[in-house]
């Protein structure tokens, strides 16, 4: 068996693969859609690509496990085959507790473990552990103005980690890592590596309506 007929049989690749075939990826669908910030009625990052919604996913999972509570979830599942990983995708603008997101990570995981062994992707617990997760959280702070972003861009880039200590005892077991991004110019480093390079340039808003055209470095 080659390389390639590999990585297209891993299980993350399976569970995505499936996940495509029954929530096929709307027309609305897309970066600009997910991150949409509904408490301030504007968009956060705009990009037509294409992309899972995992609010909807989560939605449908919740029957699988017979629940009746309105679990929390990710705003998008990105497949990235170069690590063969399963992505988390969640865009936040203003406040942002962390309970909350430990809640999404959670639930997000637990939903997707009843949906691959409905599926019979897996057959246990033990094999659904060695799939590979990682969250990853773009965070908008409230306060955030495009002068003060170019005026104080180097302060800036030392949030770029702070916060990811709260999720330390997720890491290995739920997940392999947690990424919390801040800094705008980073948001489509980010989005090209998980996306395999289907990303390359976004519109980032601003808080204070202000648009810019973001492109990565790693080209």
């Not at 939605?59 to 998008?76: E, F, G, P, R, V």
Request: proline share 1%.
């Amino acid at each position: 068996m080659s390389y390639q007929d590999w990585k297209m049989t891993t299980k993350a690749k399976l569970i995505y693969d499936e996940l495509c075939k029954d929530f096929l990826i709307g027309p609305n669908e897309n970066i600009t859609t997910c991150s949409y910030d509904s408490s301030n009625k504007q968009h956060f990052v705009e990009n037509s690509t294409g992309i899972l919604n995992f609010d909807k996913i989560d939605n449908q999972c919740q029957t699988l496990k017979n629940s009746k509570s309105k679990n929390m979830s990710a705003d998008c599942l990105i497949y990235r085959a170069w690590n063969d990983t399963l992505y988390f995708l969640e865009f936040k603008s203003g406040t942002c507790k962390y309970k909350d997101i430990r809640y999404k990570i959670i639930d997000g995981f637990t939903n997707l473990y009843h949906y691959a062994l409905k599926k019979k992707i897996i057959s246990s617990r033990e094999e659904y552990l060695e799939i590979n997760f990682r969250f990853c959280l773009v965070r908008r702070n409230a306060g955030e103005v495009y002068l003060r972003d170019t005026i104080l861009g180097d302060l800036e880039r030392g949030e770029e980690l702070r916060g990811t200590e709260v999720f330390n005892d997720l890491e290995d077991f739920y997940l392999k890592k947690v990424s919390i991004v801040m800094t705008p110019e980073k948001v489509p480093d980010l989005l090209f590596t998980i996306t395999d390079g289907l990303i390359k340039e976004i519109n980032y808003h601003y808080i204070d309506k202000v648009v810019k055209k973001l492109t990565t470095a790693l080209v």
